[in-house]
């Protein structure tokens, strides 16, 4: 066996000190090995786990070189030959070591190399230069790292309680070498132990058959209300080829568990204001994690409250339903409360529906509202807007029609009320008849001017032969009013009647009509209402004036009358004075003075006769 027999050759100077041994039964310090052999001046080699171990010969091939060779030292630092190349036969023997069967591979020029690093590889090796007067060695100190898994937070609890110490979880990383170190986190800050409120706990463990290392550590933490939503994570720190490094865990958020300290009740309406018919839902929370399943309603009047889940629901509700609304935990503890206002609005029209009436009746109309607000109330006449409220003290045809009394809450979406009058006013058959002849005094006009309702129907006789005259001409009929319309040019003077009948009454009048050799004129067929009705009030105004004259001039008359009856009498009595008192006078003088006389009581009566007047 290559290596048996071998003699005591002097070591050269040069390799006094790769000699050197460390003391039996000693441990590599784990994450200082390489430094530590650094310092001590040995050559290392960097290798991850699996990978190919590759260890060059630093020694200068000497002259007269019979072979090379590889070994190990163990603990106690007995060697442990592994490979063998000849400088002459070219050959490589490898030896029979278990750990490193079909693993090596040596070089021409004695580079060793071991393939799927293992940790049991972290050994000091050897190379060995073997001449025929002297033997060279130069150690080299393998060092292999495993990074971990990336940490994983395991056996997670279900929720986390306030004021409750309670095992939130495990950070485990696995399969490194060396050993690593777990840090916790909170939302990206370091989590350091805290007596009773954050108590962390490391372990590690190594794996026998590939010295892998598992590290855990397990986090026991009381939260408070401010933690719902944190994010815990973990991380490993381990040593690498290149330095130390990290890996984070992926975050977690836990279920905080705290008491309801305040319970708030809300109405749930799709519209800002309740009116009556409406449903309405009243919803009670607490603001606890898991928040209250269960509360209870006190509505109003009511003194015991009603359990209910956190809702509690009132279907088309009244205007007796406006008050105060409350809701609590179960056991009372707390408790909210809020005030539902239920609008409503009444119209009472009348009166209402269909009414029918007579013509120059009075009909009293009132559309009374009650509201839990201020309402707009509008009035509609044939779909038409009224200014101003209905008023019927003389009923008149064209009051008839479609009454809508509105009334609307501005403030409550969907609160509109509305009744119906439908005015019917009758009335008996009302008769008028005019004539004029026609310009081309070929033919005379006659018209039937027509009032009523229902619509009468008109017919056309003519006196004495009781003939009916078909062809006739109707205007349409507003308000109650509509005419009827016949031309003719008779030779001799006739007499027509027009019938105007309904449902009340029959109604017959008469009109004389001269043959049309004889021109006559009545008042115009065409005018209008307003022209009638002026044309009567002129007439009304001259008659008052003549009247008035005639009084006037009755009272002048009888005025004169006795004016001059005293002035007789008073003339009589002074002519007798002055005969008695003058006898010598002539007749004639007497004359004159009572004439005199007479003049000045005619002045002094005309006088008080004027101031009379006057008066």
């Excluded at 071991?114 to 060092?143: G, Q, W």
């Excluded at 909170?186 to 463990?205: A, H, S, W």
């Excluded at 607000?373 to 009035?379: D, E, I, K, S």
Aim: some cysteine; aromatic content about 8%.
């Amino acid at each position: 066996m290559a290596g048996s027999g071998w003699g005591k050759p002097r070591a050269p100077a040069s390799s006094v000190q790769s000699k050197r041994r460390l003391p039996h039964g000693s441990v590599w310090p784990t994450g200082l090995l390489g430094r530590k052999f650094e310092a001590l001046g040995l050559y290392t080699v960097n290798a991850v786990y699996g990978d190919t171990i590759t260890m060059p010969c630093r020694l200068e091939v000497p002259d007269g070189l019979m072979f090379g060779k590889w070994k190990y030292e163990m603990p106690n630092g007995s060697p442990v030959f592994i490979a063998f190349r000849s400088s002459t036969k070219k050959n490589v023997q490898y030896d029979d070591v278990p750990d490193y069967k079909n693993r090596l591979s040596l070089s021409e020029n004695y580079t060793l190399s071991i393939r799927n690093a293992r940790i049991s590889d972290e050994k000091r090796f050897v190379c060995m230069l073997v001449t025929e007067d002297d033997v060279s060695e130069e150690p080299t100190i393998v060092k292999v790292f495993k990074q971990p898994s990336q940490p994983e937070i395991l056996h997670q609890a279900d929720f986390l309680e306030t004021e409750k110490l309670k095992m939130l979880g495990e950070c485990i990383a696995r399969d490194s070498y060396p050993e690593g170190n777990i840090t916790w986190y909170k939302n990206g800050r370091v989590l350091q132990p805290v007596e009773k409120v954050v108590v962390i706990n490391l372990q590690k463990t190594v794996d026998k058959s590939t010295g892998l290392f598992t590290m855990t550590s397990s986090l026991q933490y009381m939260p408070t209300k401010e933690d719902a939503n944190a994010k815990f994570t973990c991380s490993v720190t381990y040593f690498g080829p290149s330095g130390q490094k990290m890996i984070q865990s992926d975050p977690v958020v836990f279920d905080v568990h705290y008491p309801t300290e305040k319970v708030t009740i809300r109405v749930l309406s799709q519209s800002s204001t309740i009116k009556e018919g409406d449903n309405v839902t009243l919803e009670c929370s607490g603001n606890g994690n898991p928040p209250p399943q269960e509360f209870l309603f006190y509505i109003p009047g009511e003194t015991e409250g009603i359990r209910s889940s956190d809702t509690y629901v009132m279907a088309d509700v009244r205007r007796n339903a406006t008050g105060e609304y409350k809701c609590s935990l179960t056991d009372k503890s707390m408790m909210d409360a809020t005030t539902i206002t239920v609008h409503y609005l009444d119209l009472q029209l009348t009166p209402s529906g269909e009414v029918t009436k007579q013509i120059g009746e009075a009909l009293p109309v009132s559309c009374t509202i009650s509201s839990s607000r201020n309402a707009t109330v509008l009035w509609i006449k044939d779909n038409t807007r009224m200014q101003t409220s209905p008023s019927f003290s003389s009923l008149q045809y064209q009051d008839a029609g479609n009454y809508i009394c509105e009334t609307t809450l501005q403030e409550v979406e969907g609160l509109k009320k509305r009744k119906t009058l439908k005015l019917i006013v009758e009335g008996k058959p009302q008769i008028k008849m005019t004539k004029k002849t026609n310009t081309n005094k070929m033919s005379k006009t006659i018209v039937c001017h027509v009032e009523g309702f229902p619509k009468p129907a008109v017919q056309w006789t003519v006196t004495g032969s009781g003939s009916i005259i078909n062809k006739t001409e109707e205007t349409k009929y507003v308000n109650g009013k509509f005419s009827s319309k016949i031309v003719i040019a008779p030779e001799e003077n006739v007499t027509l009647t027009c019938i105007a009948e309904n449902q009340l009454e029959r109604t017959v009048t008469s009109l004389n009509v001269s043959a049309i050799s004889i021109p006559e004129y009545d008042e115009p067929e065409d005018r209008n209402d307003d022209n009638s009705e002026k044309v009567n009030d002129q007439a009304k105004l001259i008659v008052g004036i003549v009247v008035g004259l005639l009084l006037v001039a009755l009272v002048a008359g009888v005025v004169y009358w006795l004016y001059v009856k005293k002035s007789n009498d008073a003339k009589g009595k002074s002519e007798k004075a002055a005969a008695q008192n003058f006898p010598s006078l002539p007749r004639t003088a007497s004359k004159h003075v009572d004439k005199d006389l007479g003049n000045i009581e005619e002045n002094k009566k005309l006088e008080e006769n004027n101031h009379k007047s006057e008066t």
